[in-house]
C-alpha cells in the first residue's frame, strides 16, 4: 500500500465549477501537507501548505486537512481554463524527505 | 532571481553511456534535492543533502551518484544508464528553516534507449 493515494483522474470540468481534488494517507505521523501545481512540462510550483488539521484560504483555493481520518483535500471555486494543469499532494513528517501523490490531472473547459 | 536552473533540458543518451544533470539555486538555501517523476508513480526522492557537505539517500538510489559541489550546486550522475532510468529529473531546494516548503527547477527529460 502507498503512503499517499491521488486519484489520478483526468478531471475535466467546465469553466466556473467547484473542484475538488482529493489525498488519502496512511501515515498519522505526518504533519505538514501541501498541494502543489504541474503545468505541462514544467516543475511543481508549491500552491498551499499547511501544518495539522483545519482549513487555510487562498483566494479561489482552500485547503482542507482531516488528520482523524487522514484525508486532505484542495477546493478550488470559479475554476478558470488557467487552472488546467497536474495537481500534487505531498506531506512530511519533518525534516527532508516529503511524500508526493501520485497526482491528478485536472482540465478547465471554457 | 532565477530560481533552480536545471541543465539539460532534454538528453538522449544510450544505455550504458554515463551523463551528468546539473543543477543550481540562487536563493541561498541549505538543503536540495533531485527527485525523478514517472507517470503513475508521482515524484520519487533520489538523494537529497541537507547543507553543504551531506549527502543521504532517498527513496530510489540505485544507479545514481550525486555531488553537493557548494552551496548553490548539486549535481546527480548516471553511470551506466539504462532503459529503466528514462524519467523527468527535478531538483528541488529549500530553506534550512522551512524544509518542507521545496522549490522546484523546470526538469531534465532524459531518454535511455
Known amino acids: 500500500q502507498k503512503e499517499v493515494e491521488q486519484d489520478p483522474g483526468p478531471l475535466s470540468v467546465p469553466e466556473g465549477a467547484i473542484v475538488s481534488l482529493n489525498c488519502t494517507y496512511s501515515?498519522?505521523?505526518?504533519?505538514?501537507f501541501m498541494w502543489y501545481r504541474q503545468y505541462s512540462r514544467k516543475g511543481p510550483e508549491l500552491l498551499m501548505y499547511?501544518?495539522?488539521?483545519g482549513n487555510k484560504e487562498d483566494g479561489r483555493f482552500t485547503a482542507q486537512v482531516d488528520k482523524s481520518s487522514k484525508y486532505i483535500s484542495l477546493f478550488i471555486r470559479d475554476s478558470q481554463p488557467s487552472d488546467s494543469a497536474t495537481y500534487l499532494c505531498?506531506?512530511?513528517?519533518?525534516?527532508?524527505?516529503?511524500?508526493f501523490g501520485q497526482g491528478t490531472r485536472l482540465t478547465i473547459n471554457p | 532571481n532565477a530560481g533552480v536552473t536545471q541543465t539539460p533540458k532534454f538528453q538522449v543518451l544510450k544505455t550504458g553511456q554515463s551523463m551528468t544533470l546539473q543543477c543550481a539555486q540562487d536563493?541561498?538555501?541549505?538543503?536540495m534535492y533531485w527527485y525523478r517523476q514517472d507517470p503513475g508513480m508521482g515524484l520519487r526522492l533520489i538523494y537529497y543533502?541537507?547543507?553543504?557537505?551531506?549527502?543521504d539517500k532517498g527513496e530510489v538510489p540505485n544507479g545514481y551518484n550525486v555531488s553537493r559541489l557548494n552551496k548553490r550546486e548539486f549535481s546527480l550522475r548516471l553511470e551506466s544508464a539504462a532503459p529503466s532510468q528514462t524519467s523527468v529529473y527535478f531538483c528541488a531546494s529549500s530553506d534550512f528553516i522551512l524544509q518542507e516548503t521545496q522549490y522546484f527547477g523546470p526538469g531534465t527529460r532524459l531518454l535511455v534507449l
Open positions: 505531498a506531506m512530511g513528517k519533518g525534516a527532508q524527505k516529503l511524500v
Open positions: 499547511t501544518y495539522s488539521s
Open positions: 536563493m541561498n538555501h541549505n538543503s
Open positions: 501515515n498519522s505521523a505526518f504533519q505538514y
Open positions: 543533502s541537507a547543507s553543504e557537505g551531506t549527502t
